[in-house]
T-cell receptor, first 113, second 112 residues
Framework: DSGVTQTPKHLITATGQRVTLRCSPRSGDLSVYWYQQSLDQGLQFLIQYYNGEERAKGNILERFSAQQFPDLHSELNLSSLELGDSALYFC????????????FGSGTRLTVV | DQQVKQNSPSLSVQEGRISILNCDYTNSMFDYFLWYKKYPAEGPTFLISISSIKDKNEDGRFTVFLNKSAKHLSLHIVPSQPGDSAVYFCAASDQAGTALIFGKGTTLSVSS
């Protein structure tokens, strides 16, 4: 157990629908990062939050949004889902960065049918 | 444009031999380089890192080498063990606090 909790582990939904992925960071970590891993792709950075505020955006589609709540848990909202959104979505958290890296959760596998 | 590239999708090595995983980057502003290991159905786990002011960092069986002039880093695993079989990701960031940029990963298979 890495200390980063992601729910649900698996999600199957239809095109056009909206889903919410949840992440609880490791205790004490203020930063939360969301990454997407599609087939044959590396981990694509989506968005970063630090202590409730958006810190950086990566390749996040306009149909996707996220937020970090006062208790530091984060949610990633995916709307108007398309088949191509099927992927593994990872959340990671950190207290210190640079050489210390992040702690990743085990991911949510989203399948859009 | 990929800033971090792992050009070998897979590598097969015999137990006890050396595994060398390679990574190239294009952004000369990168200061921190990290390697992660990922098993199926699990999230990536941090393995080892190196800052741009060093050219080598060692942790047990794992050593990372950085060649800044060539914008190249490598991970050496000696000796390789079957439990090392996993996907290895190279990652980099330009300063502490910015998001890590990952390569596509290399699948290492260590046979006994």
């Amino acid at each position: 157990d890495s200390g980063v909790t992601q729910t649900p582990k698996h999600l199957i939904t239809a095109t056009g629908q909206r889903v919410t992925l949840r992440c609880s960071p490791r205790s004490g970590d203020l930063s939360v990062y969301w990454y997407q891993q599609s087939l044959d792709q590396g981990l694509q950075f989506l968005i970063q939050y630090y202590n409730g505020e958006e810190r950086a955006k990566g390749n996040i589609l306009e149909r996707f949004s996220a937020q970090q709540f006062p208790d530091l848990h984060s949610e990633l909202n995916l709307s108007s889902l398309e088949l191509g959104d099927s992927a593994l979505y990872f959340c990671a958290s950190s207290f210190r960065t640079g050489l210390y890296g992040y702690t990743f959760g085990s991911g949510t596998r989203l399948t859009v049918v | 444009d990929q800033q971090v590239k792992q050009n070998s999708p897979s590598l097969s090595v015999q137990e006890g031999r050396i595994s060398i995983l390679n990574c190239d980057y294009t952004n000369s502003m990168f200061d921190y380089f990290l390697w992660y290991k990922k098993y199926p159905a699990e999230g990536p786990t941090f393995l080892i890192s190196i800052s741009s002011i060093k050219d080598k960092n060692e942790d047990g069986r794992f050593t990372v080498f950085l060649n800044k002039s060539a914008k190249h880093l490598s991970l050496h695993i000696v000796p390789s063990q079957p439990g090392d079989s996993a996907v290895y990701f190279c990652a980099a960031s330009d300063q502490a606090g910015t998001a890590l940029i990952f390569g596509k990963g290399t699948t290492l298979s260590v046979s006994s």
